[in-house]
């Protein structure tokens, strides 16, 4: 029953990449909420620091697989966004 704690790493992947290839063709982000991003990849960071403590390699996996897509699409953001 354990794969079920994959399921949320590769949803997250799923619905981040979308945003990733709209990023790539427009180069612009102007309308993209950078706070939120940020603070997803806090949070997100933040699991997968308890994930590694906790040795619960599940939820490890499957969040460094998320915290790959929001660091992604958050530098897509910050280099896109016009000055």
Not at 25 to 45: C, G, P, R
Request: hydrophobic share 50%.
């Amino acid at each position: 029953m354990q794969w079920i704690f994959y399921l949320p790493g590769i949803l997250f992947i799923i619905s981040g990449i979308p945003q990733m290839i709209k990023l790539l063709k427009t180069k612009s982000s102007e309308n993209i909420s950078i706070l939120m991003y940020l603070i997803t990849l806090i949070a997100v960071s933040i699991v997968v620091v308890d994930a590694y403590i906790h040795k619960n390699n599940s939820i490890l996996v499957s969040n460094l697989a998320s915290l790959c897509i929001v660091s992604v699409n958050t530098y897509l953001i910050i280099k896109y966004r016009k000055k």
